[in-house]
Nanobody
Framework: QVQLVESGGGLVQPGGSLRLSCAASGFTRGATAMGWWRQAPGKEREGVSCIGMSDGTTYIADFVKGRFTISRDNAKNTVYLQMNSLKPEDTATYYC???????????????WGQGTQVTVSA
């Protein structure tokens, strides 16, 4: 069973930055990418970003484009989400996934991490 270990969440002031990390123990057959989803209280889960581990295909959702950047370290099966210029509306639980990534549609998850809380507040 694939295990995903997220880290890097926390409390940050508006305008601040955080870097999320996620290390995967392996990949389910057919999974070629890693990604991030988030879910705010009372809202549906939404795809934030993803990256192909072999081809480097990336997707960044419009609502974070220009502020968030995704990167990977294939040797460590690790993906990073650099989050800058954070806003209160970015407050959510962020989930790491392995699965597929489409540059237009976004992440298609096969396995999920436990989530890490990001709170943006003064």
């Amino acid at each position: 069973q694939v295990q995903l270990v997220e880290s890097g969440g926390g409390l940050v002031q508006p305008g601040g930055s955080l870097r999320l990390s996620c290390a995967a123990s392996g990949f389910t057959r057919g999974a070629t990418a890693m990604g991030w989803w988030r879910q705010a209280p009372g809202k549906e889960r939404e795809g934030v970003s993803c990256i192909g581990m072999s081809d480097g295909t990336t997707y960044i959702a419009d609502f974070v484009k220009g502020r968030f950047t995704i990167s990977r370290d294939n040797a460590k099966n690790t993906v990073y989400l650099q989050m800058n210029s954070l806003k209160p509306e970015d407050t959510a639980t962020y989930y790491c996934t392995t699965g597929l990534c489409d540059s237009d549609i976004g992440p298609y998850p096969l396995d999920w991490g436990q989530g890490t809380q990001v709170t943006v507040s003064a």
